[in-house]
C-alpha cells in the first residue's frame, strides 16, 4: 500500500513538474516574449557596439598623442589646425607663405599688367 502511495505521489509531482516546465517554454515561444527577447538583445548589442566605440576612439587619440610626440608634432592653440599638423620647418615656411598670401590677398590683381 506505502509502495504504491509513493509511487503514485512520484508521478503526479513528476507531471506537475513536466506541465510546468513545457507551459514555460511554450510562453517564452509565444511573439510577444519573442520580440521582447529580441529588443532585449539588440539593446545589448548597441550597448556593446556603443562601448566598442569609444574603446576605439580612445584608442585612436593614445596613439595620435604617440605618434605626435615621436614626431614632434605638439599643437599650438594659437596657429591654424592646417599648420599645426607639420613639422616644425616645414611650420614655418607655411606660415611665411600664409603671410605673403594674406599680403598678396588686399592687392587686386589685373592680368594685363603683365603684357
Known amino acids: 500500500m506505502f509502495r504504491r502511495a509513493f509511487w503514485f505521489t512520484a508521478g503526479a509531482a513528476a507531471g506537475v513538474w513536466a506541465t510546468t516546465k513545457v507551459n514555460r517554454q511554450l510562453k517564452k515561444l509565444t511573439p510577444e516574449s519573442l520580440a521582447a527577447q529580441a529588443a532585449e538583445k539588440a539593446v545589448e548589442a548597441g550597448h556593446r557596439l556603443k562601448d566598442f566605440a569609444l574603446d576605439v576612439k580612445s584608442g585612436m587619440s593614445q596613439r595620435e598623442d604617440e605618434l605626435n610626440d615621436a ?3 605638439h599643437q599650438d592653440p594659437d596657429l591654424p589646425a592646417s599648420v599645426t599638423a607639420l613639422p616644425a620647418p616645414r611650420r614655418l615656411r607655411a606660415l611665411e607663405q600664409d603671410q605673403t598670401k ?9 592680368r594685363n599688367e603683365d603684357h
Open 71 to 73: 614626431l614632434g608634432l
Open 102 to 110: 594674406n599680403h598678396f590677398s588686399k592687392v587686386t590683381y589685373n
